[in-house]
């Protein structure tokens, strides 16, 4: 099984609404990536947990809140968005984290992504 | 910090027909490069990578591409496109400090039958 399964498939939220994404992976990887991607661009790293820790934050804006609850499930809370932060978000999982040393060996299971839209 | 350039925003190709979508690269050590595919309204799918060895990388779905140091390219190719082939392609480099890929911004393969 080397499925990412992230849920909705779609989203409609107001701008005062609250929101999550949650991206679910049970190949037994200990490393999950948040990506965005709008429209005919290439994906945007935003956040990167290894063995459940927040390792890196691409500078995201604080109305994204990620979130790892254990190993297998990661969630992305999303609260007072902007029209402009409607986009495919993609969720990633890879066995370590690729920043390690053995990152050579690993590679990225993509999800087939969350499109949001905010009204 | 490394870098991808994928100079085609489009390219349209008769099925049957070989394909070649270009990927130039700017890194001063040996980088680590990928190609991905992302059919509509899908996740991305990991097609090949080169790390070392071999500069010639054989993936999934019938591509190949090849490293080519001396003009910093990583072009992919496929000998017989088919219909289903019809997608983004991204380019993507990492480098030693960090596998994770930073994506070129795609080239759109169009198929014609």
């Known amino acids: 099984d080397t499925e990412v399964t992230q849920t909705p498939k779609h989203l409609v939220m107001g701008m005062t609404n609250k929101k999550s994404l949650k991206c679910e992976q049970h190949?037994?990887?200990?490393?999950m990536y948040w990506y965005k991607q709008k429209a005919k661009k290439p994906p945007e790293l935003m956040f990167v947990?290894?063995?459940?820790?927040?390792?890196i934050n691409e500078s995201v804006p604080s109305r994204f809140s990620p979130e790892c609850p254990n190993s297998s499930l990661l969630n992305l809370h999303l609260h007072a968005l902007q029209p402009e932060d409607s986009a495919l978000y993609l969720c990633?999982?890879?066995?370590?984290?690729?920043?390690?040393?053995?990152?050579?060996?690993?590679?990225?299971?993509f999800g087939a992504g969350t499109r949001l839209s905010v009204l | 910090a490394q870098s991808v350039t994928q100079p085609d925003i489009h390219i349209t190709v008769s099925e049957g027909a070989s394909l070649e979508l270009r990927c130039n690269y700017s890194?001063?050590?040996?980088?680590?490069l990928f190609w991905y595919v992302q059919s509509p309204g899908q996740g991305l799918q990991l097609l090949l990578k080169?790390?070392?060895?071999?500069?010639l990388v054989q993936g999934i779905k019938g591509f190949e591409a090849e490293f080519k140091r001396s003009q910093s390219s990583f072009n992919l190719r496929k000998p017989s496109v088919h219909w289903s082939d019809a997608a983004e392609y991204f380019c993507?480099?990492?480098?030693?400090?960090?596998?994770?890929?930073?994506f070129g911004r795609g080239t759109s393969l169009i198929v014609h039958p």
């Open positions: 947990y290894s063995y459940e820790k927040l390792s």
């Open positions: 190949m037994g990887h200990r490393a």
């Open positions: 990633a999982s890879s066995q370590e984290n690729l920043l390690a040393g053995e990152g050579a060996k690993n590679i990225q299971y």
């Open positions: 080169y790390f070392s060895g071999d500069t």
């Open positions: 993507a480099v990492g480098d030693q400090g960090s596998y994770i890929p930073t």
């Open positions: 890194y001063g050590a040996t980088p680590y």
